[in-house]
């Protein structure tokens, strides 16, 4: 499978694939705790997904996509935090200090998103589905990804109106404080200045991954997994959109590529566990479940 790559390729896969590995090593040795979140954050900017991160303050939400930006040359980086007053024209560049806004970064950080007021994050919802702005006349953005941060957790009294908003975030993310205590103590003798070790990718690079990914095979074995999975939930009022179920597709695809391999296994599904539940009721039952079914591949 790799080999192929590397014919068609010139063997410029696998370098980037070389790349991607050194930058997830730098940012584990950073960023303590963190794996799961720096995984998502890599799968939903290669399957051009959208990402929420949900934490308190201080938990390097932000910073873990700050400093995987620095390896990733000419990239737009938007950084924008929402306030109860916040207008969608403030997002825009001609309304920005160094003239980069929402129309044309390539990823977008909005910290606190859900303190934005309703008509600004509708207006959102052609942003992050279509990639499409209206300003006033609507035209392409050059968007990959939005990444949200937010401390306030979803429950099942939230606005149902924000619903559609919240189903475009393909991974949900808790991220918690560091527990182990060894790595506490790694925590307090960090250095603040994140080292890159000059490793480094492009735009090119990240759209070629991404259409490469999206020739990963994906079998009928792998789809009666899926199937299964959805029934059980749906047993357990665990309900998922058609659209997320078809956008999730992507996800495994580019997982099984970055693992090396040209087609999905069972165990791309576990990546689902970010992708499947809306509410915080949801997660174990998400879990528990995917667990259950794709250990049962392997009996």
């Known amino acids: 499978m790799i080999q192929s790559r590397a014919y068609n390729n010139n063997g410029k896969i696998e370098l980037i694939m070389e790349k991607i590995g050194g930058i997830k090593t730098c940012l584990n040795s950073q960023f303590l705790e963190r794996k799961e979140a720096v995984d998502i954050i890599i799968l939903a900017i290669l399957s051009k997904k959208h990402s929420i991160l949900i934490g308190e303050p201080g938990l390097a939400k932000t910073a873990i996509l700050k400093a995987l930006a620095k390896h990733i040359h000419g990239l737009k980086l938007f950084d924008f935090q929402m306030t109860p007053a916040t207008d969608i024209n403030d997002l825009l560049s001609k309304n920005t ?4 806004g929402i129309d044309n970064c390539d990823i977008a950080l909005i910290d606190e998103f859900f303190k934005g007021p309703h008509h600004t994050l509708n207006s959102l919802l052609a942003i992050m589905n279509e990639r499409v702005i209206y300003a006033p006349e609507p035209h392409k ?16 009294s939230s606005n149902e109106n924000l619903l559609p908003l919240y189903d475009r975030f393909l991974f949900r993310k ?16 960090i250095q603040d200045d994140y080292d890159f070790q000059n490793i480094g990718l492009n735009l090119v690079d990240i759209n070629l991954l991404t259409i490469a990914a999206g020739g990963v095979y994906f079998s009928d074995d792998i789809f009666n997994v899926l199937y299964e999975i959805r029934e059980e939930l749906k047993n357990k009022q665990v309900i998922v959109s058609d659209r997320r179920w078809k ?19 069972t165990e791309d599904i576990k990546i689902l566990e970010s992708s499947l539940w809306t509410y915080y009721s949801d997660i174990r039952a998400v879990k528990n479940i995917i667990k259950r079914l794709t250990a049962q591949q392997f009996e």
């Open 247 to 265: 956008e999730v597709i992507r996800i495994i695809k580019v997982n099984a590529f970055l693992n090396g391999r040209d087609f999905v296994k």
């Open 97 to 100: 200090k160094n003239k980069i």
């Open 174 to 189: 808790e991220i918690l404080p560091i527990n182990e205590k060894g790595n506490f103590k790694k925590l307090l003798e």
């Open 141 to 156: 953005i050059p968007l990959i990804s939005l990444f949200a941060t937010s401390n306030e957790k979803p429950d099942k």
